[in-house]
């Protein structure tokens, strides 16, 4: 009766171990799997008779990131390239905190540059390693992710 | 193994009203009525609560029931929140003199209003009921028996609390598989249709005449069917909106565009 209950025991015991390996396995694999993003954004800023259209690719991979930007100003036909690496580390409540990394950027004059910077956040432009942008990016459905500040959607960017 | 229960604080004020700072309820001990405190508002109290007779600052507050979620709001959403907590305390005797307001300096509950502190620990059964409840027939049976049933029980108890608590894991694993993630754009609400466009609000506007003036001077194509999401409890200082060839969630690519106005 004794051999039959221990037995049992590492039966049970062996079984658990076997479910706790792959419940961790399952966690960690889709975990990882929705942290690995790429996305694209299209926005436009229209500012009476001038319209800047961006375009976003968005790339988030276990903490770190990078934005390749493409924008383009109606009225003077300037543009702006900047690519913008980044750390990020995910808060409660789906808030997203980017740290500035650095930046490589592109633009067609030096008014270009002061026209774009007037619309961006200054994160996008800044060469301080402390600045932090803090956005929230909740997953609208398996192609969609939606960006925004508070309660307010930004923008959406789509999964590739 | 030794189980832990659930531990609830509960705040007793002016022997008149139970505050359950986990559940963010409010029940009133007189008509035995139980009103939930919307979360902020809560959050706010059980400072106040803990710091009792201290005066907090707003800046205090801010910081620790807004900004340390992540949000990013001014005084006047803190000053409604008060302003609902008065509310809810006015039902009791002497209730709106519970937070006092401190000109320049913040809010404070007075000394002069009583506070109890309760915790409670929801425990599960103690042992000594197990061993009443399976020794309950005396005479009947022997003593051994009874502790192999006590022994088999207690050990039935154990692999099904271990059990649950591997399978607790698994069942997260896959509920995050099978779940889908909810349309963020499904809250928002149809209004009437702009130029073919299909326009939805999170907040009905007053003055529908402004979103469609919005939506004309974005260029989008109204005539392709476009679903355009507007949301009205702007934080930035600018109107925006977004519209999407295909309605988000559909499987069909959205092919959204968001658009910001700045005057």
Redesign the interface.
Same mark, same amino acid.
């Given at each position: 009766m004794l051999n039959i209950n221990v037995n049992i025991n590492y039966a049970?015991a062996f079984i658990?171990l076997m479910?706790?390996m792959?419940?961790?396995y399952?966690?960690s694999y *889709?975990r990882s799997e929705s942290e690995a993003i790429t996305c694209d954004? %299209?926005?436009?800023?229209? &500012? +009476?008779a001038r319209t800047l259209n961006f375009r976003m690719n968005i790339s988030f991979d276990n903490g770190d990131g990078f934005i390749t930007l493409m924008a383009k100003d109606s009225a003077s036909d300037a543009v702006l390239r900047l690519r913008k690496t980044f750390h990020y580390q995910l808060?409660? +409540?789906d $808030?997203m905190v980017l740290s500035n990394d650095a930046s490589v950027m592109n633009f067609s004059s030096a008014e270009a540059f002061s026209t774009f910077k007037r619309?961006l956040p200054a994160f996008f432009f800044t060469t301080r390693s402390d600045m932090k942008m803090?956005t %929230?990016v909740?997953?609208?459905?398996? &192609?969609?992710l $939606?960006f925004m500040?508070? &309660?307010?959607?930004? *923008? $959406?960017c789509?999964r590739r | 193994m030794e189980e832990v229960g659930r531990v609830a604080v509960v705040y007793i004020i002016n022997e008149a009203l139970i505050y359950d700072a986990q559940a963010h309820l409010l029940h009133y001990m007189c008509d035995d009525k139980t009103v939930t405190l919307p979360i902020p508002a809560s959050n706010c109290f059980k400072i106040l609560l803990d710091n009792h007779g201290e005066i907090i600052s707003q800046e205090t507050l801010l910081t620790r029931v807004w900004n340390a979620r992540g949000m990013n709001v001014n005084a006047n959403t803190l000053h409604q929140n008060i302003s609902l907590l008065r509310k809810a305390l006015s039902q009791i005797e002497n209730g709106r003199s519970v937070i006092k307001t401190i000109p320049k300096r913040g809010f404070t509950i007075p000394t002069d209003v009583t506070i109890q502190k309760k915790i409670q620990d929801e425990e599960s059964d103690p042992p000594g009921n197990e061993m009443a409840e399976v020794a309950a027939p005396p005479g009947v049976m022997t003593a051994a028996p009874v502790e192999k049933r006590l022994f088999l029980r207690r050990n039935g108890i154990r692999v099904f609390i271990a059990a649950g608590m591997l399978l607790l894991p698994l069942v997260v694993a896959l509920w995050h598989i099978i779940t889908p993630p909810r349309n963020y754009f499904s809250a928002y609400i149809e209004i009437n249709d702009s130029e073919g466009c299909k326009v939805f609000v999170n907040n009905i506007p007053d003055d529908s005449v402004i979103l469609q003036s919005l939506i004309k001077r974005s260029a989008v194509d109204c005539g392709a069917r476009r679903w355009v999401y507007i949301t009205g409890n702007h934080v930035a200082d600018y109107p925006s909106f977004i519209a999407c060839r295909n309605q988000p969630g559909t499987g069909l690519s959205p092919g959204c565009q968001s658009f910001y106005f700045f005057y």
């Open positions: 049970i658990s479910i706790l792959l419940s961790l399952l966690v *889709f954004a %299209r926005l436009s800023i229209i &500012d +009476n808060k409660k +409540n $808030v619309y803090l %929230r909740i997953k609208s459905s398996d &192609d969609l $939606v500040i508070v &309660d307010t959607p930004l *923008f $959406v789509e | -």
